[in-house]
């Protein structure tokens, strides 16, 4: 029990500092995390809109549906990344005995996750009482897959972030998959709007589930029978496996 | 107030394995002890095991009271923090009452202005200082020391040996450093560290004695 309190204060200590340094010194430093990445996924809709020519997907505005698609995969994208630089960003205070890198990747998780969450409702509402789209439909259902995608980022954060103690480049490696993988998400289109033979090859990039997961939540009639969260789920618990247990494995070798 | 039973450490360097302690059962006693030994001995090693910040390779450490972190030149302060703010993350997670103890370090210290800037500005002196008054703010009974003590203009040295004797009745201190004078200014016991073997000595000048001659070896 006493441990248990230890643990929940280095936590909550963590996350309190990470905030004090996530961007920059400046007193608008944690207002520019949210601004930031409202103004991309506004600029982002804009260009898209232009590109589709006012085309719609799945019955539903499209700006809704592009913002539905990249909130939730930058999420997970800029979590993963975050909790990947965890334990050099917080090397020096590995030396009180209470600090583990476990609690620095922790406190990673939780203040991004609760950053994205501000930035989706920030613009979702935005377009919601402006753009006159429907609320969404079901927020259980959108929740789920959106902590799904939170805790793999917080695997492959981890894992990211073992792999990076012995081979330091795996973070540009990380960058050079995430860029293509923008464009094989389903953030400006749905799946079932991909011929079958791609379908089929698609289908096996998890971020999909996560994404259109978050869009059957959403939307009152989306359409997406091939959507299987316990495959999204099978990642959480292998890319979590792989972190926590390599991190325990491999605490002592970088000191 | 520390077991140690059986307790094996090593590390790997260039060109094969080092041993730091090989197999070694010991109870510290409630003393002020000095760390000796040559450079690569082990010492801070030693006291980041103490700490629980290294685990052994084998063997049971057994921790009866309160200890405090490394104080050290390797620092624990995050750089890109302040010192107020680095003072603040220590208070929270030893569970103290978060202003008192900005206080009392704003006191100890003397940083000034120095105290709201990043650490990463500091000089090895303030940065010292700073670790030295926030450690002191936490009530712990054994502190340890690395090397730390050496360090700021005589002013600060007298100040933190007062700090320190006030805290005598119901503290002890655990001290590396290369300077004899120091250690003899505040330990009565000493441990020498030698390829794998600790070995206790309860007057300090034997411990010292039997460091040179390894020195001179």
Redesign the interface.
């Known amino acids: 029990m006493k441990t248990l309190r ?1 643990h929940i ?2 936590v ?2 963590l996350v ?2 990470e905030s ?2 996530r961007h920059g ?1 400046s007193k608008a430093g944690y207002t520019w995390a949210i601004v930031e990445p409202v103004l991309q996924v506004t600029i982002l809709t804009i260009l898209f809109r232009e590109f589709r020519g006012g085309a719609e997907g799945n019955g539903a505005e499209f700006a809704l549906f592009f913002a539905t698609g990249v909130l939730s995969f930058n999420m997970f994208r800029n979590t993963a990344a975050y909790i990947m630089n965890a334990f050099e960003a ?1 090397r ?8 583990k890198p476990i609690d620095a990747a922790i406190a990673r998780l939780i203040l991004d996750l609760a950053t994205n969450l501000v930035i989706m409702f920030i613009v979702l509402g935005f377009q919601i009482t402006f753009l006159d789209v429907p609320p969404p439909e079901h927020v259980p259902l959108m929740a789920l897959p959106l902590l799904l995608l939170a805790l793999m980022a917080m695997g492959a954060g981890l894992s990211l972030a073992v792999i990076k103690r012995f081979l330091p480049s795996v973070q540009n490696l990380y960058h050079i998959i995430m860029g293509p993988a923008f464009f094989v998400s389903c953030i400006f289109f749905s799946l079932s709007s991909i011929p079958t033979q791609y379908r089929m090859i698609l289908w096996w990039n998890p971020l999909i589930h996560g994404v259109e997961g978050f869009r059957v939540g959403y939307f009152a009639d989306y359409s997406a029978p091939d959507i299987n969260l316990l495959y999204l789920f099978t990642w959480v618990c292998c890319l979590n496996f792989f972190g926590f247990v390599g991190e325990w494995l491999t ?2 070798k970088t ?1 | 107030m520390i077991d140690l039973l059986n307790v094996s450490k090593s590390y790997t360097i260039r060109g094969g394995r080092r041993n730091i302690l090989n197999g070694v059962s010991m109870t510290l006693p409630w003393d002020n002890i000095a760390i000796l030994g040559r450079n690569g001995a082990g010492k801070s090693t030693f006291l980041r095991m103490i700490a629980g910040i290294e685990e052994a390779d084998g063997g049971i450490i057994r921790r009866h009271k309160s200890i405090s972190w490394p104080l050290g030149f390797r620092g624990s302060f995050h750089r890109e923090l302040s010192g107020v703010e680095n003072v603040r993350f220590v208070a929270r997670i030893y569970g103290q009452d978060t202003e008192e103890m900005v206080e009392n370090v704003k006191e100890f210290a003397e940083l000034g202005q120095f105290y709201y800037e990043p650490v990463k500005t500091y000089s090895s002196g303030m940065g010292a200082r700073l670790a030295f008054g926030v450690s002191m703010a936490v009530n712990f009974e054994v502190y340890l020391i690395d090397e730390i003590m050496a360090v700021g203009d005589a002013r600060f040295k007298a100040k933190s040996k007062r700090a320190f004797q006030k805290r005598l009745p119901t503290s002890r201190l655990i001290m590396v450093s290369h300077s004899m004078n120091n250690l003899r200014e505040y330990c009565q016991t000493g441990l020498v560290l030698d390829n794998g073997k600790m070995t206790y000595y309860e007057d300090i000048e034997d411990a010292i004695k039997r460091y040179e001659q390894l020195n001179e070896e």
Do not use: G
């Open positions: 230890t204060r280095v909550l200590a309190l500092r004090r340094v010194r917080n020096a205070l590995f030396n009180y005995p209470m600090v605490r002592f000191t």
